[in-house]
């Protein structure tokens, strides 16, 4: 059974880090192209970073060059390290999974490219 666990969300002020987790299990981790979205308020849902299992990486215009998304094939888990964060940052955080390879980039990625999906994990960034 696919499961995906989604931790490290909380309050932050504007210009502090956060590190989110994802921890995978019940499939071949490294075959999946693993995604953190968010949604937030009043908003669809927007892919923010996308990691293939070979460690290939792209990233929304929105968090190009504050958020890092990496993983561990053999703790089977994605990170999500987000800096120099911005009220507008604020929402709920999910963890996804493809098999396979998706469009590499994230403005083509669409929600229903991935079939798991975690319980997500609130961040909000506040003064």
């Known amino acids: 059974q696919v499961q995906l666990v989604e931790s490290g969300g909380g309050l932050v002020q504007p210009g502090e880090s956060l590190r989110l987790s994802c921890e995978a299990s019940?499939?071949?981790?490294?075959?999946?192209?693993m995604a953190w979205y968010r949604q937030s308020p009043g908003k669809q849902r927007e892919v923010v970073a996308k990691?293939?299992?070979?460690?290939?990486?792209n990233y929304a215009d929105s968090v190009s060059g504050r958020f890092t998304i990496s993983r561990d094939n053999d703790r089977q888990m994605v990170l999500l390290q987000m800096n120099s964060l911005k009220p507008e940052d604020t929402g709920v955080y999910y963890c996804?999974?493809?098999?396979?390879?998706?469009?590499?980039?994230?403005?083509?990625?669409?929600?229903?490219?991935?079939?798991?999906w975690g319980q997500g994990t609130q961040v909000t960034v506040s003064a």
């Open positions: 019940g499939f071949a981790f490294s075959l999946y192209t």
């Open positions: 990691i293939d299992g070979g460690g290939g990486t």
């Open positions: 996804a999974a493809a098999h396979g390879l998706v469009d590499f980039f994230c403005s083509l990625v669409r929600p229903s490219d991935f079939g798991s």
